[in-house]
């Protein structure tokens, strides 16, 4: 009885670290992707889709060409230039952003979707 004790005892030691040891993983995972959008990025991301959400795709549009420039390969910022560009009716340059995500990512649904729809519009 005393052994069968001891081995559980062990036993949920040992997942009680590993459960620890996976959130520590998390949290550094986390920090280590904030890292890589700076303050000035995160702010004029989120005050682009702010501005998209209210249809104001002027202020969308400048707020995500400062995103392209701090981050010129992120393709969720080419993603929403191609979609406000599609909303304003400006399909070259729809075309040109859709286009520059889907090389991007090929496989990304979405990035087709929007192209389809630039080339069908």
Not at 15 to 44: G, H, P, T
Not at 88 to 101: G, H, R, V
Request: with cysteine; aromatic share 14%.
């Amino acid at each position: 009885f005393f052994l069968m004790i001891v081995i559980c005892g062990c036993f949920s030691s040992n997942q009680s670290y590993a459960q620890e040891e996976q959130r520590i993983m998390v949290e550094e995972s986390a920090e280590v992707f904030l890292e890589d959008y700076s303050d000035e990025f995160q702010e004029n991301f989120f005050e682009g889709l702010k501005q998209k959400g209210i249809r104001n795709y002027d202020r969308a549009i400048t707020r995500f060409l400062e995103c392209k420039r701090l981050q010129p390969k992120n393709t969720v910022v080419s993603f929403e230039l191609a979609k406000f560009h599609l909303y304003e009716n400006k399909l070259m340059l729809a075309q040109d952003y859709a286009i520059e995500a889907l090389k991007a990512e090929p496989e990304n649904y979405w990035y087709a979707e929007t192209l389809t729809d630039v080339v069908d519009a």
